[in-house]
């Protein structure tokens, strides 16, 4: 399962009206590191298939959710987990810092 490209009018009805918990990645197109991070979510996308929804959301072209969630630095992962933030990754991380996000999430 790929990722899902959500913007800021889906993000209510794709990440917090989701059943199942959510990893949103917050990225630019400017920013390295998360051209470095994209493959390493897209693999987990596949691995916890089912389980968790992954989602991208372009912070260039939609500014105010990341606003909403006070994202300042890229790349941000927020998990959300019934409509609520419950875990929170700041700049570049390493896959095991997020395998350890996700399963403490599920």
């Known amino acids: 399962m790929a990722t ?3 913007t800021d009018s889906t993000f209510e009805a794709t990440v917090l009206k989701s059943d199942k918990p959510v990893l949103v990645d ?3 197109d400017w920013c390295g590191p998360c051209k470095q991070l994209s493959p390493v979510v897209e693999e987990l996308s596949d691995k916890y298939e089912g389980q968790m929804v992954f989602a991208k959301i372009d912070t260039n072209a939609n500014t105010a959710t990341p606003m909403n969630y006070q994202v300042m630095a890229l790349p941000t ?3 959300f987990k019934d409509g609520q933030v419950v875990n ?3 700049g570049a991380t390493t896959k095991a ?3 350890q996000a996700i399963e403490g999430s599920l």
Do not use: E, G, R
Request: charged share 15%; proline share 0%.
């Open 26 to 28: 917050f990225w630019a």
């Open 88 to 90: 929170q990754i700041t």
């Open 77 to 79: 992962l927020l998990v």
């Open 4 to 6: 899902i490209d959500v």
């Open 97 to 99: 810092k997020l395998v």
